[in-house]
């Protein structure tokens, strides 16, 4: 009978529970500085054509160390699960899965947390959100982590889906957060802004921005639809994404990389490793293009499982 350890099985419930902000965003350097170092391949992602929907596949090795996966769906399933897979390099078997939705979006929080930490005005105190889903919340999540945000401000189509999210970032963070009736209302005079709608038009105007404000989008950056025009590509004085193979990958193509000023996107792991290259004063604007670092789940999946926080199910 084999003597080989089962893998560990985490669900969101234990991940919510045992992964601080401070923790993930910490990991979230470590792999940004791995891809730029050529430590960690973190191809584009894959899918594949299964009718009603596909299923998507985001993959990421560490020579010696560990390969693995994300998989997750676009079936009109809500929410779905998706399932994260962590192998040893060494042996190949299987050392821990996640299985749930919160792994994803916790990583896509640390990688934002990160950005505002290299990017964003050391500061930096009041925060918008334009969007008030999942990906909004693991955002400020991390973001609290690495700067002292002391406002909030939230504005979302649906006003309920706002105060719910206004309650839940004065309940679980203590920071004060309100609510109000428009993006120009919540972007203008604020020192991080956060786009993460659905939208597939511009729903920010770069002359709501004030000098030295950081941006992150995470919705659609796609030429036929984005949640932002190219205005706030050309405000910004640098602009950096986490995965410009994923940036160059998009079909159809990423609204940025078909301009003028594709050239100009650089990777976040670069500006980690050279800070210099990022924000040179304070009266910069800058902007993250959060599209996902494939490879990123499966580390954070490797170090909480190294850290011990969870138990063997």
Not at 103 to 113: E, H, K, P
Not at 206 to 221: C, I, R, Y
Not at 249 to 258: E, K, L, Q
């Amino acid at each position: 009978m084999s003597s080989e350890p089962k893998p560990l099985l985490l669900t969101d419930d234990h991940l919510q529970a045992s992964l601080s902000a401070a923790d993930a965003v910490e990991w979230m350097r470590e792999a940004v500085l791995a891809v730029e170092g050529g430590r960690l391949h973190a191809p584009a992602r894959s899918n594949t054509d299964l009718g009603d929907g596909r299923l998507v596949f985001t993959t990421g090795a560490m020579p010696g160390e560990w390969f693995g996966y994300r998989s997750y769906d676009t079936f009109d399933v809500d929410p779905g699960e998706q399932v994260t897979v962590l192998h040893s390099a060494r042996t190949g078997r299987v050392q821990a899965i996640a299985i749930g939705n919160a792994l994803g979006r916790l990583r896509t929080g640390a990688l934002g947390g990160l950005a505002v930490d290299v990017l964003a005005r050391a500061d930096a105190g009041s925060l918008c959100v334009i969007g008030s889903g999942h990906q909004a919340w693991t955002q400020v999540w991390a973001i609290a982590a690495v700067r002292p945000i002391e406002r909030v401000r939230v504005f979302s189509r649906t006003p309920a889906h706002a105060e719910r999210f206004a309650t839940r970032v004065r309940r679980e963070l203590g920071i004060d957060c309100e609510t109000v009736g428009s993006a120009e209302a919540a972007t203008r005079e604020q020192d991080v802004v956060l786009v993460a709608t659905s939208s597939r038009s511009p729903v920010i105007d770069a002359e709501w921005l004030s000098a030295g404000t950081h941006v992150t989008t995470l919705g659609p950056k796609q030429r036929e639809a984005s949640e932002f025009g190219l205005d706030l590509v050309e405000a910004a004085s640098v602009v950096v994404t986490d995965s410009l193979a994923q940036l160059h990958s998009y079909d159809p193509p990423s609204i940025v990389t078909t301009s003028r000023h594709a050239e100009r996107v650089k990777s976040l792991g670069a500006v980690v490793a050279q800070p210099s290259t990022g924000r040179r004063d304070d009266s910069e604007i800058t902007l993250y293009l959060s599209v996902g670092l494939a490879g990123t789940e499966v580390h954070l999946l490797r170090r909480v499982t190294e850290q011990g926080t969870t138990d063997r199910d």
